[in-house]
């Protein structure tokens, strides 16, 4: 079992950055990958970024290429989602995951409870 809480979100204007923190535990951390997702009100849930257990490698889709990025501190158990020039279409609930496999579509085991963001324009 892993267990994985987001920290970070809030409310921020159009233009800003917001880097949100997941913690993880119960497994060796660096042993998986993780992802970041979202959900917009009314929308299914997208997949926003990927890291693999060493950090390494990443993935993105192109809609959010360039401005998210993700990232890890192995030594904390933390992975890290960067957003930059947000916009108000990122409104969204955002979600860790944990052990997840570079599929199309990525396919995560764990999830956590989501933190919201909300960008004002």
């Known amino acids: 079992q892993v267990q994985v809480v987001e920290s970070g979100g809030g409310l921020v204007q159009a233009g800003g950055s917001l880097s949100l923190s997941c913690a993880a535990s119960?497994?060796?951390?660096?042993?998986?990958?993780m992802g970041w997702f979202r959900q917009a009100p009314g929308k299914e849930r997208e997949f926003v970024g990927y890291i693999s257990g060493s950090g390494a490698s990443t993935l993105y889709p192109d809609s959010v290429k360039g401005r998210f990025t993700i990232s890890r501190d192995n030594a904390k158990n933390t992975v890290y989602l960067q957003i930059n020039s947000l916009k108000p279409e990122d409104t969204a609930i955002y979600y860790c995951a944990a052990e997840c496999v570079k599929a199309e579509p990525v396919r995560c085991t764990y999830w956590g409870p989501g933190t919201q963001v909300t960008v004002s324009s």
């Open positions: 119960g497994r060796t951390f660096s042993n998986y990958a």
